[in-house]
């Protein structure tokens, strides 16, 4: 029934911004937590900014003070800022959440592709 749906991503030249939003629709109140992560070529998948219900953020080392998460405008969804954007961020960004404290399973998007070039 859940279903989360990104968009935003893009081309982006260095120190250029690109926002990613979020969309999560379906059977969701309140999640425990909401993010996200991406995947460059021939990487593993890592952290980028997760959103904690209450509010509290966390930042991948890679992405903190040039990155901002937030709630989105629309229900139940979250936005991501990218600012000073490199070439080391192109990748694959994907939505992120996990329902309640308890849970035993997560949910993901699709993913949008990030690419910064000059």
């Known amino acids: 029934q859940v279903q989360l749906v990104e968009s935003g991503g893009g081309l982006a030249q260095p120190g250029g911004s690109l926002t990613l939003s979020c969309e999560i629709s379906?059977?969701?109140?309140?999640?425990?937590?909401m993010g996200w992560y991406r995947q460059a070529p021939g990487k593993q998948r890592e952290l980028v900014a997760i959103l904690r219900s209450g509010g509290g953020k966390e930042y991948g080392d890679s992405v903190k003070g040039r990155f901002m998460i937030s709630k989105g405008n629309a229900k139940n969804s979250v936005d991501l800022q990218m600012n000073s954007l490199q070439p080391e961020d192109t990748a694959v960004y994907y939505c992120?959440?996990?329902?309640?404290?308890?849970?035993?399973?997560?949910?993901w998007g699709q993913g949008t592709q990030v690419i910064v070039s000059s």
């Open positions: 992120y959440v996990y329902p309640r404290p308890d849970s035993t399973y997560d949910y």
């Open positions: 379906g059977r969701m109140f309140s999640p425990s937590r």
